[in-house]
């Protein structure tokens, strides 16, 4: 279907905000401008706490959310997108917030070491690290430790991916959901939706390379599945997946063949693909009747991935 209305009213307002591509500028550029962006205010919940928990290298700036009411409640572990490079606690604090209300849990929002100072795997670890500690801190935060899920949109995305990943590979308990936003899965830019939405839709396929240059340590990371899990040789034992894309998104297909390869590996995945919509509209429920409705969704496959 042709580009939603309310997607190209979005896309109009950026565009008059004149900021240059972030692929033109520094990294330190790139976040200032995606600072500058308006940001819509999420709702209130019943609690807001900011706390540094221990991580690899340095300490980890985390955010947790609080509904209502009496706990102990289920937890989702959340990681933000912005192409590992931009992006931190504020600009995911709407989300997490709708989310925290919708899902009817606690959500961590973790604020892991940005690239290219911290370059794979070190954001991951720092992912990896944070989702381990809300387990072993469970009882004291008011968290259900065996109802515990993950997510995060684009990057954000990836790095739940890889958490899942990492999880198996290296034992402990299980979560119980991967809440994959339109996900980064792949380290290659051959796609339909690459060609199809190489430029004019927010994302471009020139940041998504640039990203992923900032990102990377060595062309090798290309086969890590940590960094591209759609390489990963087996995806069987994995939670079960949500996974949202955008018609108009140079990330569809990658998003899409993840869930393909999920589903091959007998892990229940839904996947829902939004007509009209463009990359980031997971994040513009505000604007976005459709980022509305995947919030809803989002929300309530997580309580049914909670209620079992």
Request: charged share 20%; proline share 7%; aromatic share 8%.
């Amino acid at each position: 279907m042709p580009l939603d209305p309310q997607a190209r009213a979005v896309m109009d307002q950026v565009a008059a905000l004149g900021l240059p591509p972030a692929h033109t500028v520094t990294p330190q550029e790139a976040r200032a401008n995606a600072k500058s962006r308006p940001r819509a205010i999420g709702p209130d919940v019943g609690k807001v706490e900011d706390r540094n928990i221990p991580g690899p290298d340095s300490e980890i700036p985390i955010r947790i959310y609080t509904p209502k009411g009496e706990g102990p409640f289920p937890c989702l572990v959340w990681f933000h997108g912005g192409g590992w490079v931009v992006g931190d606690l504020d600009s995911a604090d709407a989300t997490a917030r709708h989310l925290t209300l919708g899902a009817g849990c606690v959500v961590v929002s973790v604020d892991y070491r940005l690239a290219p100072e911290t370059k794979f795997p070190g954001p991951v670890e720092d992912c990896y690290s944070a989702t381990s500690w809300v387990f072993d801190n469970a009882t004291s935060l008011g968290i259900l430790s065996d109802k515990i899920a993950v997510g995060g949109d684009s990057a954000g995305g990836n790095l739940a991916t890889a958490v899942c990943l990492m999880r198996k590979d290296r034992g402990g308990p299980d979560l119980v959901m991967q809440l994959l936003v339109y996900p980064v899965t792949d380290w290659s830019f051959q796609t339909h939706s690459y060609a199809d939405n190489a430029d004019g839709y927010q994302l471009t396929k020139d940041t998504m390379i640039w990203y992923w240059d900032q990102y990377a340590s060595h062309d090798g990371d290309a086969d890590n599945p940590y960094a591209a899990p759609l390489k990963a040789a087996d995806l069987s034992g994995l939670p079960a997946a949500l996974v949202i894309t955008a018609e108009f998104d140079p990330l569809r297909d990658e998003g899409e063949a993840y869930a393909s390869r999920l589903r091959d590996s007998g892990v229940l995945t839904s996947c829902t693909r939004y007509p009209g919509m463009i990359h980031g509209f997971f994040g513009m429920s505000a604007v976005l009747d459709k980022g509305k409705a995947a919030i809803t969704e989002a929300s309530e496959a997580l309580m049914d991935s909670f209620s079992k």
